[in-house]
């Protein structure tokens, strides 16, 4: 597959519907897909909590294996939103430093990704949210979210939390899908139908082998996953 296949491609957000909801083996897949068919694409990520135990950063370089396939702007010790883990930290986050860094690397990247921090009504720096840097920005987001019992809620308001700020929700990513009872199997068709929207499913991935996860997610989804122009 060529760069051309994939059509003209945009710059995107992918974000979730909570923490730990593979947000970061989302990213490193999509990221590492386009940048194994001649796409030069970069993950951003404008602030990291819980460093260094945690590294989505870090995650989707290995991935890719290449530094140049991802960047983060602030990185801070506490496993907090970022607002709460600079002030218990004692240190400034602005959020007009952190919006401006991330249009200066969408600017570098041929396709820029943006990943969230939890979800979408995190609170990033001072008074704004995840949600804000996406409406911010101007990007499309792809949300990603769990598969199982509980997500038709959770991911039906994230939906609705972003289109009513106006962004555009390209589609849906069921993380670790494994049709494993009736909700799970009923659930992509009852979101596609709650939030008009198109939603993907992705199985259990080889996470604990980031160059594996690339290949898995290509395998997985359609090139339809990703945002065009």
């Known amino acids: 597959m060529t760069a051309g296949q994939f059509g003209d491609l945009s710059d995107f957000a992918v974000v979730g519907t909570d923490t730990g909801v593979g947000k970061t083996v989302v990213t490193a897949g999509l990221v590492g897909w386009l940048r194994a068919h001649d796409t030069a694409a970069r993950a951003i990520k404008p602030c990291q909590t819980g460093y260094p135990e945690d590294d989505d950063a870090r995650y989707v370089a290995d991935a890719c294996g290449d530094e140049a396939a991802s960047t983060c702007l602030r990185r801070l010790e506490p496993a907090l939103a970022p ?74 308001l994230t939906v609705e939390a972003l289109e009513r700020r106006g962004v555009t929700v390209h589609g849906i990513v069921l993380n670790e899908y494994e049709a494993a009872d009736v909700a799970e199997r009923t659930n992509p068709a009852v979101l596609a139908s709650m939030t008009d929207c198109r939603v993907w499913t992705l199985p259990p991935l080889p996470v604990a082998d980031p160059n594996r996860v690339p290949a898995a997610v290509e395998a997985e989804l359609p090139d339809g996953v990703f945002p065009t122009n």
């Not at 883990?85 to 991330?102: H, M, N, V, W």
């Not at 570098?108 to 804000?132: K, N």
Request: proline share 3%; with cysteine.
């Open 83 to 156: 607002a709460v883990a600079a002030s218990q930290a004692g240190e400034t986050l602005r959020y007009d430093i952190l919006r401006a860094g991330c249009r200066v690397e969408l600017d570098r990247a041929t396709v820029g990704v943006v990943e969230g921090i939890g979800g979408v009504r995190v609170p990033l720096a001072g008074e704004m949210d995840v949600v804000d840097l996406v409406v911010d920005l101007g990007l499309p987001a792809i949300v990603v979210a769990r598969s199982g019992l509980g997500t038709l809620n959770h991911t039906a």
